[in-house]
């Protein structure tokens, strides 16, 4: 069975850092891609950074984009999320995601959330 | 912002079907997924792909697509099923996801 186990979210002052981890288990962790996602209180969900199963690849959202590194530990089933210069704005819960992949003909599909983890949430507030 | 649009409320009679849709140019290249997300929980894959079912969502549940436009049907709607729903397209601008439709189960 799938488990993902978000940590690390707290409330911390604008300009601070953070550093959330999403424990994975119950699948060949480094055989997908894992993104965070996160959800602003009340409002919708909004896609922040995706990783490739290899670590080689990364992708971010514009709105973090130069602050936020996504990384992933392998050997330890573990996905990261390194926030610096937080703002107000990106108080949300963030929630950890296993890509999932499926095949229609030929072609090789990726989507993402195929599991999500409950979320850890980080304020940023003074 | 994100380049699907949803309908914000959707609302539908115990037992009857309700669709909700997704709009996106993206739509047209990519295949859609879907998620329920209900108050205080974490989202649920319900659809992905052409219209594949995870694991444990009832059939009532199934996904279609035409041109621009990416549909989730719910067949005899449950109260259970009051929720948010989410649409995700890989291949989609700026954020992946769609807004939000909330469905009011009545």
């Known amino acids: 069975e799938v488990h993902l186990l978000e940590s690390g979210g707290a409330l911390v002052q604008p300009g601070g850092s953070l550093r959330l981890s999403c424990a994975a288990s119950?699948?060949?962790?480094?055989?997908?891609?894992m993104s965070w996602v996160r959800q602003a209180p009340g409002k919708g969900l909004e896609w922040v950074s995706a990783i490739s199963g290899s670590g080689g690849g990364t992708y971010y959202a514009d709105s973090v984009k130069g602050r936020f590194t996504i990384s992933r530990d392998n050997s330890k089933n573990t996905l990261y999320l390194q926030m610096n210069t937080l703002r107000a704005e990106d108080t949300a819960v963030y929630y950890c995601a296993k890509d999932g992949v499926f095949y229609y003909g030929s072609g090789t599909f990726f989507y993402t959330g195929e599991y999500w983890g409950q979320g850890t949430l980080v304020t940023v507030s003074s | 912002s994100s380049e699907l649009t949803q309908d914000p409320a959707v609302s539908v009679a115990l037992g009857q079907t309700v669709r909700i849709t997704c709009r996106g140019d993206?739509?047209?290249?990519?295949?859609a997924s879907w998620y329920q997300q209900k108050p205080g929980q974490a989202p649920v894959l319900v659809i992905y792909?052409?219209?594949n079912r995870p694991s444990g969502i009832p059939d009532r549940f199934s996904g279609s697509s035409s041109g621009n436009t990416a549909s989730l049907t719910i067949t005899g709607a449950q109260a259970e099923d009051e929720a948010d729903y989410y649409c995700?397209?890989?291949?989609?601008?700026?954020?992946?996801f769609g807004g939000g439709t909330k469905l009011t189960v009545l």
């Open positions: 995700n397209s890989r291949d989609s601008s700026g954020n992946p």
């Open positions: 792909g052409k219209n």
């Open positions: 119950g699948f060949t962790f480094s055989s997908y891609a």
């Open positions: 993206s739509l047209r290249r990519y295949y």
